[in-house]
């Protein structure tokens, strides 16, 4: 009986002894799948860097986009000239000759910057020349980086608007160079096209642009400043049908409601008529 007594007793302390060292192995398998609190932490950290880093080199893309938008317009290569007559025509016979310039003066006053998103959702660029006593407030100068943004050439057309051969030579060049001084402090570069207003230059005023690098241009035609054609309907016929629209018309408008109403059809107009409405960044400018 003894015996039998002892047996069972040897019997149940192995099965204790086995279950024990189940138990050991099961929580030593358990605390090695099972990360610390140490573990976690640097899991958790591990984490966020990652995700910094993504948001981090999403962030330096978006910068290097917003440089890339707001760096100087590169040099292309000048497929185009302005003429004695101020119309657009090509250097070579293999470039297409019947095209047409879109620009807007007295910008950017009211409509410029609806006038840019019109062209820029037709494809179409075009030179916004610019008074500088428009270029006071931060909201337009604001308009004026938007607009150049958009890529948009960006032309002087003096500070006041003031008929230039009225002016002494001093006040003259104060007109022109001011101008490009503060648009070169709004959009990182200085104009490449001056237009004298009214077309008035002077012997003094061209040695300015010269000068400055600046290519002189004034205009194959334009209607919207007289009053009969201060009308969408009007303005739009006119711009279309005139005897002056020919290969290189070098188009005059303003930024002015009505003009910004005809813009859409004086172009859908145009390319109707077999036009190209020429980027300006193919014509040959002094610098």
């Not at 959702?121 to 150049?148: C, S």
Request: with cysteine; charged share 30%; aromatic share 6%.
């Amino acid at each position: 009986m003894k015996k039998i007594v002892v047996l069972m007793v040897f019997v149940l302390c192995c099965v204790i002894a086995t279950a024990c060292n189940n138990a050991e192995k099961a929580n030593t398998a358990k605390e090695s799948d099972t990360p610390t609190n140490k573990e976690k932490q640097e899991s958790v950290e591990q984490k966020q860097n990652n995700q910094n880093e993504r948001i981090n080199e999403k962030g330096d893309s978006d910068k290097i986009e917003i440089k890339n938008s707001n760096k100087k317009m590169e040099k292309v290569e000048a497929k185009y000239k302005v003429s004695d007559v101020w119309s657009i025509v090509p250097i070579d016979d293999q470039t297409n000759e019947k095209v047409a310039l879109i620009t807007i003066d007295d910008a950017p006053d009211k409509y410029a910057l609806e006038m840019a998103h019109t062209l820029k959702r037709l494809h179409v660029n075009a030179i916004f020349f610019v008074n500088g006593h428009l270029l006071e407030t931060p909201e337009k100068k604001d308009m004026l980086k938007q607009i150049y943004d958009m890529g948009f050439i960006i032309g002087n057309h003096t500070y006041s608007h003031a008929y230039l051969p009225d002016l002494s030579e001093e006040k003259q060049k104060e007109e022109i160079v001011r101008v490009n001084d503060m648009v070169e402090k709004v959009i990182g570069e200085r104009p490449k096209f001056f237009r004298a207003p009214n077309g008035a230059n002077t012997d003094y005023t061209r040695q300015v642009a010269k000068d400055e690098d600046m290519t002189l241009m004034n205009w194959s035609y334009g209607y919207d400043w007289h009053k009969e054609y201060m009308s969408k309907e009007a303005l739009t016929n006119i711009m279309l049908n005139t005897n002056l629209l020919g290969s290189g018309a070098n188009l005059l408008m303003h930024d002015r409601e009505w003009t910004a109403a005809a813009l859409e059809d004086i172009v859908n107009g145009l390319r109707d008529k077999g036009y190209e409405l020429v980027n300006p960044k193919l014509i040959q400018t002094a610098n």
